[in-house]
């Protein structure tokens, strides 16, 4: 199997890593509303780190409902999107930092990590959508926490989890096309 064909089956096992998304677009629902909240900002900044912990599990259970083979097995390329998953953790050190000397604006830092660690993704998947979406949600995210005050971050969180939304929208009919002409390729191959 060429590169090329390892990354269509990969886009289509996993689902161009849709159900990862949708764990991701609740979590960000969650921060949302943690910031909606009266309490402290350093405890707000805390509760969203927490409920980071409910990424995994959350991907795993709706990998099930929605029939996502998140491991790709059989693909030789299937690990890489759990190793650039993972590779997001390194700059969590630039999210503590901002914890503690800015903490009115960690949500920014956050927000724009997660946003940029999309962009590899286009690769993996043999997708523009990520690599067309994720620079937009990094500007849109970096623009509207420049122009913010400090009582309205709850809308980082907000544009997060709409974000989201509209990228797991795009990648899923992504996928339904490859989908579509994979069979087509399948059923020609078949005749033949």
């Known amino acids: 199997m060429d590169l090329l064909s390892m990354k269509n089956d990969l886009s289509i096992k996993s689902k161009n890593g849709i159900s990862f998304l949708l764990a991701g677009t609740i979590v ?18 805390i509760f969203a780190l927490y409920s980071t912990g409910l990424m995994f599990p959350l991907s795993v259970i709706l990998s099930k409902i929605m029939n996502v083979d998140w491991k ?3 693909n030789q390329l299937g690990n890489l999107g759990l190793i650039l998953n993972v590779a ?4 969590f050190p630039l999210i503590f930092w901002a914890m503690i000397s800015n903490p009115d604006e960690m949500i920014v830092y956050f927000a724009i990590i997660t946003s940029s660690h999309f962009f590899p993704y286009g690769w993996v998947y043999h997708s523009k959508v990520y690599y067309i979406l994720s620079p937009i949600m990094v500007l849109v995210v970096f623009i509207i926490g420049l122009l ?35 069979s087509k390729k399948m059923k020609d191959y078949n005749v033949s």
Do not use: H
Request: net charge positive.
């Open 28 to 45: 960000w629902g969650i921060i949302t509303i943690l910031f909606l909240q009266s309490f402290e900002i350093s405890m707000k900044n």
């Open 72 to 74: 790709a097995k059989g």
């Open 148 to 182: 913010l005050k400090d009582e309205y971050m709850w809308v980082i969180p907000f544009t997060m989890f709409i974000s989201l939304i509209m990228l797991s929208v795009f990648l899923f009919i992504d996928y339904k096309k490859k989908l579509m002409i994979s």
């Open 88 to 91: 997001q953790f390194i700059y």
